[in-house]
């Protein structure tokens, strides 16, 4: 039968000073995976120290060693010839005493090692700027491009496959009913409540249905769909396209003379665009629904009379102004989902902070987007 291996004994590192040096002892065995010292003493002594001028490394009672034990040595090393301290490795095992020269034969470039940074407030704050703005540029600079797909597109000169805006369409249509509905529904029910509550006290109880049905036809349809979509529809986008980068389809079909923008973003581009109004009058729909069921039970009126008030409610303008959000809303969601796909890095942890990237400035832009349009419905009494 073969030698047992000899029992493994725990690393130290002991410190003693001697005549103006420092001589720092390392016994036992020092492999990688086991629990080795701390270094904070050591490395203490060695620069804050002001009567110690030398170092010397002994190795004489060391076990087995690794990996483990030519790290911190060499951490040591560093700290040691920082301080301007002069050092003896003769005590040292002739392989690890080679590999430490080995280590330290080539000076270190300047800047080669990377530097902690903490940044204060306003350095902090003229960073973000600048990333912000980077990325609004490469927005712009993308939505550029897909314009001039789309004019190619409707000349003719784009390498353009119908089929694909018929599958985007059932992606982004049909499969997303459910949730859009669910959410819907809900939103219109807690207005209701909501106009239930307040309105009763004045008497005013049947315009729950005004509040209900102005408030989801012009805003809250709207824009609630359009969050939905940046998080479902939007993320997908990223994650599909920033996985074909990953996978290099996308290099593959630039190489064959396709252009990505042609064939992989305008018809998810076209069908958004198309799904998102229906999307939001079913989400009106619904909506007013809910709050027909809570206004309903809750007051002392029919459904009858709650969908007459709700008709005069809603005029053209008001619908109309609601669909232009919501083509609007689906032009953001299409363009920064897509866009993070195709700017996705080369790697896995790319494609999910891509799809991240594209949820947070989707909706962001969304909010941005909803305050603008407001401001010009105001502004032009719409």
């Not at 110690?52 to 076990?63: D, P, R």
């Not at 009379?305 to 409610?313: G, L, M, N």
Request: charged share 15%; glycine share 10%; net charge negative.
């Amino acid at each position: 039968m073969p030698d047992a291996a000899p029992p493994s004994e725990a690393p130290q590192l002991k410190l003693s000073t001697e005549a103006a040096s420092l001589t720092l002892c390392f016994s036992g065995d020092w492999l990688l995976g086991a629990e080795l010292p701390d270094l904070q003493p050591a490395l203490h002594e060695l620069r804050q120290r002001d009567d110690i001028n030398s170092v010397q490394y002994a190795g004489t009672e060391l076990g087995q060693w690794d990996t483990g034990l030519i790290a911190p040595l060499a951490r040591l090393h560093r700290a040691a010839l920082d301080a301007g301290l002069q050092t003896d490795s003769d005590q040292l095992p002739d392989g690890v005493r080679r590999l430490l020269q080995l280590a330290f034969a080539v000076k270190e470039r300047d800047g080669a090692r990377r530097e902690a940074f903490e940044p204060d407030i306003v350095t902090a704050t003229g960073i973000a700027t600048l990333e912000i703005t980077a990325t609004l540029r490469d927005l712009l600079r993308f939505v550029g491009d897909v314009m001039l797909s789309v004019g190619r597109v409707a000349g003719g000169h784009a390498t353009f496959r119908w089929h694909n805006v018929w599958v985007a369409v059932q992606e982004a249509g049909a499969e997303a009913l459910p949730i859009v509905g669910l959410i819907s529904l809900l939103i219109g029910m807690i207005f209701a409540f909501v106009g239930v509550v307040q309105l009763t006290d004045f008497g005013a109880g049947i315009y729950t249905a005004d509040l209900v049905a102005v408030a989801l036809v012009r805003e809250m349809a709207p824009i609630m769909t359009g969050i939905i979509m940046a998080g479902r529809t939007g993320a997908a986008y990223a994650a599909q396209l920033g996985t074909m980068k990953v996978n290099e389809e996308i290099d593959a079909l630039t190489t064959l003379g396709v252009s990505p923008i042609d064939y992989l973003v305008v018809p998810r581009f076209f069908a958004l665009i198309v799904m998102m109004p229906f999307l939001t009058m079913y989400a009106s729909l619904l909506g007013i629904v809910g709050g027909a069921g809570v206004a309903v039970s809750m007051l002392d009126v029919t459904f009858v009379q709650y969908a007459v008030q709700t008709s005069q409610a809603v005029t053209l303008s008001t619908l109309f102004g609601g669909l232009f959000k919501s083509l609007v809303y689906g032009a953001v969601v299409a363009l920064t989902g897509t866009q993070q796909g195709i700017a996705c890095g080369s790697s896995a942890m790319a494609v999910g902070q891509a799809t991240t990237r594209a949820v947070v400035m989707g909706i962001v832009l969304i909010v941005v987007s909803a305050a603008i349009l407001t401001v010009i419905y105001i502004n032009l009494d719409i």
